[in-house]
């Protein structure tokens, strides 16, 4: 039985970010207007930001004119792509041969982006990108394998993947507290909050065949925990576009939700025949602007 349990989870971590898992995928920007429960995606504006028939996933934006993301080359590797709103060139922030970097974004303290990064060996590290281009730092050497995460007072909340995997805070050197297990992919900063939200797959909300769970937050000051409201059925991805809001996606329809209400509510759906299914998303009310990722849908 262990044997067994144990080459499950050999399989899982290679096929973790395996590139035959992955999905083409594409980047679409649609201009937004409104803000709060009168926030409104402009679905007339929506076009590709990028269009190959390879992995761009993952944006963050990381301040009000550049976004980063990751994305594959021919060979299957991955890179942090910069793209700039102002000049509409695509750059590449990193270009490592011997490795793949993922979930980019920007710290808190704004001197690096992160990645979570694939080593050559295949363990799965959180690093920093200094902003200036000089060498990348590993973070977290004892934290492995990081799947997923985001910030608060400039540590990192992680989703470490294991049996189950485990939801994370890193207070301190070898202090490392346990917030949550079996948790989702999403992982998400509460804006002008000391909370962290997640999805709670211990909690499920409907038993159908596109499960439902409760998403939650964890308050890093206080350890209270909160119910937000629960995914769109078989969704598994969601951002915050204000202190109050969260946006989620199911197909290519967008839904709002303001916990205080519990209700979705949709917001329209993007015409396209190319993509479908929105996944990951960024916002930026700066430039009111929504990205989003949409597979790609596959020529007969």
Known sequence: MQKSISLSFLLILISFFSI????????????????????????ETAKPLTNRPLYDNQ??????????????????NHDIILYSFRTG?????SKTADRSEYSPSLTDCKQYISAVVVEPDGTQRLWLYPITGDAPE?????????????????????????????FVYARGKGNLQELSTNIGRTIKTRPKTN????????????SSDSKSYAIKSIDLKNGKTT???????????????????????????????N??????????????TTHQTITRMAYSAELNKLILVLNRVEKP
């Open 138 to 166: 590993l973070l977290y050497d004892d934290i492995a394998p990081v799947g997923y995460y985001d910030w608060y007072d400039n540590k990192a909340a992680m989703f470490v993947l294991g049996q189950p995997n485990r």
């Open 259 to 272: 916990p205080k209400d519990q209700n979705w509510k949709s917001l329209g759906k993007i015409a396209a």
């Open 20 to 43: 035959k898992a992955q999905v083409a995928t594409d980047l679409w920007v649609v201009d937004t207007e409104g803000s709060g429960d009168s926030f409104r995606p402009k679905f």
């Open 195 to 206: 909370q962290v939200s997640y999805i709670d797959q211990n909690d499920l909300k409907s």
């Open 59 to 76: 944006p963050n934006f990381i301040n009000d004119a550049e976004l980063v993301f990751s994305a594959a080359d021919e060979k299957g």
């Open 227 to 257: 119910t937000l409201g629960a995914t769109l059925s078989g969704s598994q991805d969601f951002i915050w576009i204000d202190k109050n809001h969260l946006l989620m996606a199911l197909g290519n329809e967008l839904f709002l939700l």
């Open 89 to 93: 060139n695509f750059t590449n922030f």
